[in-house]
């Protein structure tokens, strides 16, 4: 198990995405359990955001940039001028571009290729909510008990809807990490099955459609609104999971 002093020392190095695997994992489970350290992270990930600010909407096409770009060929070795390198690389750039948008094809593989990593973590963080008491920091059935809880933990205010009388008890909320970023997870039951919903900040603030797909055994439900991404995964069945989606949905809305 790790330390607050041991995680404290990664957690930048998380921030700038520096870890392997194993060790993002570990200091992960500790922000997950560790509101001091949730705090922490938080708020250098606002502090960052703020320093950053104009240029955040650079970020997404700069990372896709990069990808594209170490799929390129590599450059040649036989040393020409750097201008001419460069324009060739340019020139191969710009190919490569309108290569993908001639098909499309290389953009589903990069956006499968993130998704897959949201998918594994929103599975991971599922599973590991259910070992042991991980399941809520703050457990209440009062929505207005749990709302607030959130505040000033993670950059964005979730939505806490009341559906009991939908069928979905409120069992309360706690911090995990999805993608490397520390998110809300309000969590619900109906029945025996327990439903994560993860709510983060969303790229833009339309509202997009839900979309379903099963991740290792379990379903998962997608979509924006609000300016917040929504995650929901359970081993509920897919249509009383878009149930879900829908009340939940309906509930936002309704400013409920
Ligand atoms: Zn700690």
């Known amino acids: 198990m790790m330390t607050c002093d041991e995680a404290r020392v990664l957690l930048h190095a998380l921030l700038d995405g520096e870890l392997d695997a194993g060790h993002a994992r570990e200091v992960e489970t500790h922000v997950a359990g560790c509101p001091r350290c949730a705090a922490e992270l938080a708020q250098f990930r606002a ?3 703020a320093m950053s600010g104009p240029n955040l909407r650079l970020a997404a096409p700069a990372a896709l940039r990069s990808r594209i770009e170490a799929m390129l060929p590599a450059e040649p070795s036989r040393a020409a001028a750097p ?36 998918l594994g973590d929103v599975v991971s963080a599922h ?48 911090l995990d990490a999805i993608d490397g970023k520390l998110v809300a997870a309000i969590v619900y039951r109906r029945g025996e099955h327990v439903i994560n919903l993860f709510v983060a900040k969303a790229a833009s603030a ?9 991740v290792q055994g379990f379903n998962t439900q997608r979509w924006s609104d609000q300016g917040l991404h929504f995650i929901a995964i359970s081993d509920l069945s897919n249509d009383d999971l878009r149930d879900f989606h829908v009340k939940f949905e309906a509930g936002l809305r309704a400013g409920a």
């Open 47 to 49: 502090m960052r955001e």
């Open 83 to 118: 201008s001419r390198r460069s324009l060739l690389r340019g020139f191969a750039y710009g190919t490569a571009l309108s290569a993908i948008a001639a098909t499309g094809v290389v953009f589903m593989v990069v956006r499968s290729d993130q998704d897959q990593q949201v």
């Open 127 to 174: 599973l590991r909510s259910l070992q042991g008491d991980h399941l809520t920091d703050v457990r209440s059935t009062d929505q207005s008990a749990v709302k607030p809880w959130f505040s000033g933990k993670v950059a964005v205010a979730p939505p806490v809807i009341d559906l009991t009388a939908q069928g979905f008890t409120l069992l309360g909320g706690r």
């Open 206 to 214: 339309g509202h997009t459609a839900a979309r379903g797909e099963a």
